[in-house]
């Protein structure tokens, strides 16, 4: 028991450390590997809370994905062969060269916001009452009548179905935002700035079936176990930017129309569901036949890692890729 | 109750249809949807008002493990004038879009990103769960901040960048608030958590969080920061749908918050202070956005900074409705507001939409070039007028009846230092829009400006948006009467009860 204790100290003191060196970083290269580090870090509390399904996301998201774009964005930033000035190494501390370095005033402001805000959360979570279950009780009241054994896959996919068909709309949405960022309606000729490394290419080649069948086991598992499709679909994501990166067939091979059907079949399959309940007259919206609704979850689960591989890939892509011809972007 | 859901359903429909169809259907394809969701709306309007609020447990799922749905009084208003509004920019939209080739390309990105748009507000209508009601806002924002950028060009994707920061850090301390009292009630729906609310150290954090993030949404004098740059830098169509339909998504949701879940904080003693401090700070930002409306001299953003003027009278209810001498005077308040914001969304897209066709005609939307437009371009400088008269509170514009309900309120709530608000805020407002009216009667010296041909249809459009403004402070019993549903929804005494 003294030897967990010790590792929750270890982890609150390595995750203050971390987060402080990460805001006190001058280069952001090294701010961008804290980073990384702390979500790792976050994710291994989140298991020590007893959550492993945001501990998994927040590993893969968190860490990996958010990583990738912030190490891209880097690159991007980096004075290279095109930037002749090297403005960006001597000041360090902005982004933007107009605007000016925040001041003293500006930290002592925003040390107050952050320090009062703390403080009030503190307070706030002492004041918690001790022993709240929330739904938890009601959930796994229910569990056997939602066609899953996870509560959380029963939660996300039965009880709250409206919310994560609505999460599947949010995803939609950034992908269209981002593709207005970049003026274009589909991701092909997006190219890697670098050309992609030889052994990089062999392994990502071994490494992408292995990959492939975590997704299928993550998805599976979300029946039964912490997984699931949000968990799948990230796994989906890193495989198929890694591919993308090491120069393979990625989604960026993929016609217009049929990117566009993978990244909108979640949102659109949940959809078809909630017209069908809509439409069905002895049902309430979005209500499901309670022996079919181990395989509509199934299926809308397969079709949800499909949309959020593809989402959260594409989201990458378009940040990070370069079109060979400068004009033509 | 269920065709409820399809005023979510069929925007949704709308827009992964357009995504996937052809460039040149997608007009047809969106209108349609756009069309069937306003008829919805009515149908929806038209139940309120024989059967008071209804109610929806989606999934078949009691409350506490599922989500409902909440259809009242106040929710099926905010429907009609989003269908209303929707339908007409929608309009302008095909037309605005059908250009040029650059202007189509963006009209394709366009319909899918606004009827998400769509979806979403309605959805935040008829929320009545407090992480649904996240997960909806957020599905807003990401897809208003998508059609903010939607012409790709640096002042919009600065303007974008730090609507989507500002948006976000609000979503952020809304969520906080959400995972607090999830924390100490084990509750997340709107009447339930109303009934399990006790004033206490973290369920208070949890009402300044939310409302802290809502505000930072709804663009609150010092959170407007974003505002003016985002709605003034979007094309015509974006700009007038997300000054009229879009911001005041996040106040109905702050509506709720402040008078349905913790009815228990801010109906009692600790929610006058804060009560007052929304007053006062509504009413800066009346004076502060109007002022600087009347400072600028480019048409768009004058519009834009009088939309952080205008929201400010919103704020005016919460004062208003604290006040403990109040009783019996509650239909006047949320009537003044109602129609105020009805008349400002109204007034607001015209302005947007016709300051569209100007921008259009006359290549820039520059004050000072617009020299001798009134006798050239007489229907967009009447529009631009009539709307104006509107913002301004005269009658017989439902401006003027706004106005004239909320004046009436704070004098019978005792609270006559917001009556100045009201006026001189009217004067301002007046100020800005002589100011746009004067440069069009200017006559040009020496040689006239070349004029773009600007369609017809789209000079019709804020005619017709400014027409409507005008005919519901005409009709401004019927609007009220459809009201009754709504006053009571702050006290609990009806539309509120479980069915």
Redesign the interface.
């Known amino acids: 028991m003294n030897l967990i204790l010790l590792f929750d100290v270890f982890l609150i003191a390595a995750l203050l450390l971390v987060s402080w060196r990460l805001l006190g970083a001058s280069d952001l290269f090294q701010a961008t590997v804290l980073f990384i580090s702390f979500g790792l870090f976050l994710s291994l509390a989140w298991i020590r809370l007893g959550a492993p399904d945001i501990a998994l996301a927040e590993a893969a998201v968190g860490a990996g994905l958010a990583g990738v774009l912030l190490f891209g964005t880097f690159k991007g930033l980096e004075p290279g062969a095109d930037r002749e000035n090297d403005s960006f190494t001597s000041e360090p501390c902005r982004l933007d060269p107009i605007s000016p370095c925040p001041g003293k005033i500006h930290l002592l402001l925003a040390f107050t916001c952050v320090g009062s805000l703390t403080t009030?959360?503190v307070?706030?979570?002492?004041?918690?009452?001790a022993t709240?279950?929330?739904?938890t009780p009601?959930?796994s009241q229910?569990l056997e009548r939602s066609g899953v054994e996870h509560p959380v896959t029963a939660v996300l996919l039965?009880?709250?179905?409206?919310?994560t068909w609505?999460?599947l709309?949010?995803l939609?949405?950034?992908v269209?935002?981002i593709?207005?960022?970049r003026?274009r309606?589909d991701l092909r000729e997006l190219k890697v700035l670098q050309a992609p490394d030889v052994m990089l290419r062999r392994l990502v080649m071994g490494l992408a079936p292995t990959m492939a069948l975590v997704v299928v086991y993550l998805l599976w598992l979300g029946d039964h176990a912490p997984g699931g499709a949000f968990q799948a679909g990230v796994v989906l994501a890193a495989m198929l930017v890694l591919l993308w990166f090491s120069g393979h067939a990625s989604i960026t091979g993929l016609s217009r129309?049929l990117w566009?059907?993978c990244l909108?079949a979640g949102?659109?399959v949940m959809?078809l569901v909630?017209?069908v309940s809509?439409l069905w007259p002895e049902?309430?919206?979005?209500?499901?036949p309670e022996e079919w609704s181990a395989m509509i979850i199934l299926g809308v689960e397969v079709v949800a890692t499909l949309s959020i591989g593809v989402a959260l890939s594409s989201l990458a892509i378009l940040s990070l890729g370069a079109v060979d011809d400068p004009g033509g972007s | 109750m269920?065709?409820?859901?399809?005023v979510v359903?069929l925007p949704?429909?709308g827009s992964?249809v357009c995504?996937?169809a052809h460039r040149k259907a997608v007009f047809a394809l969106g209108m349609a949807a756009s069309l069937g969701t306003l008829i919805v709306s009515v149908g929806l309007v038209a139940h309120v008002w024989e059967h008071a609020s209804a109610r929806?447990?989606?999934?078949?799922?009691a409350t506490?493990?599922?989500?409902a749905?909440h259809l009242d009084g106040l929710s099926a208003l905010f429907l009609l004038l989003t269908a209303v509004v929707g339908v007409l920019v929608g309009i302008q939209a095909g037309s605005y879009f059908a250009q040029s080739p650059e202007l189509r390309?963006m009209g394709?990105?366009f319909w899918?990103?606004w009827l998400?748009l769509w979806?979403?507000l309605n959805?935040v209508y008829l929320c009545s769960d407090v992480?649904?009601a996240y997960?909806?806002l957020?599905?807003s924002t990401?897809?208003a901040?998508?059609l903010t950028?939607?012409s790709?060009s640096t002042a919009s994707?600065v303007a974008g960048l730090r609507y989507l920061l500002a948006a976000m850090f609000g979503s952020f301390m809304y969520l906080?608030g959400v995972a607090?009292i999830?924390?100490?009630?084990?509750?997340l729906d709107f009447l339930l958590l109303s009934r399990g609310v006790t004033p206490?150290?973290?369920t208070l954090?949890?009402f300044?969080l939310m409302v802290f993030g809502l505000l930072i949404k709804s663009a609150l004098l010092p959170f407007h920061f974003w505002l003016p740059p985002a709605h003034s830098s979007a094309p015509a169509p974006v700009s007038a749908v997300l000054s009229a339909l879009v911001v005041k998504a996040s106040f109905f949701l702050l509506l709720k918050i402040w008078f349905v879940v913790f009815e228990s904080i801010s109906g009692g003693t600790p929610g006058g202070m804060p009560s007052q401090l929304l007053g006062i700070l509504g009413s800066l930002a009346v004076f502060w956005g109007s002022f600087q409306a009347v400072r600028q001299s480019r048409l768009k953003l004058l519009i834009a900074y009088s939309t952080v003027g205008q929201l400010g009278y919103l704020f005016l209810i919460f004062p208003i409705l604290a006040s403990p001498d109040f009783q019996g005077h509650e239909a006047l308040a949320w009537g003044g507001t109602i129609f105020h914001l009805f008349s400002h969304g109204l007034a607001k897209a015209s302005l947007f939409l016709a300051a569209g066709c100007l921008l259009q005609a006359m290549g820039t939307d520059d004050l000072h070039a617009m020299r001798d437009i009134a006798g050239r371009l007489p229907v967009i400088t009447f529009s631009l007028g009539v709307a104006g008269v509107s913002l301004m509170g005269l009658p017989p514009s439902a401006g003027f009846v706004a106005k004239w309900m909320l004046l009436r309120a704070v004098l019978a709530s005792g609270q006559w230092w917001w009556a100045p608000v009201i006026v001189l805020g009217g004067l301002l407002t007046a100020a800005y829009v002589f100011k746009i009216l004067a440069h069009t009667f200017v006559p040009s010296e020496g040689e006239a400006l070349r004029l773009n041909s600007v369609p017809l249809v789209m000079t019709l459009v804020p005619l017709a948006l400014a027409i409507l403004c005008v005919l519901m402070g005409f009709r401004a019993d019927e609007v009220i009467a459809l009201l009754p549903a709504v006053p009571h929804f702050g006290t609990g005494k009806n539309g509120w009860e479980m069915p």
């Open positions: 009030l959360l307070l706030a979570v002492l004041d918690l009452p709240g279950d929330g739904l009601m959930v229910f039965n009880f709250r179905f409206y919310d609505l999460e709309g949010v939609v949405a950034a269209l935002g593709l207005c960022v003026n309606f129309m566009l059907f909108i949102f659109a959809l909630a017209v809509a049902m309430r919206p979005l209500e499901f | 269920n065709q409820v859901i399809w359903l949704f429909v992964v995504l996937l929806v447990e989606l999934g078949g799922w506490p493990l599922g989500i749905l390309a394709s990105r899918p990103l998400l979806g979403g959805g992480f649904n997960v909806l957020e599905i990401l897809a901040v998508g950028i939607l790709g994707l906080l607090l999830y924390a100490g009630t084990g509750q206490q150290v973290h954090t949890a300044g």
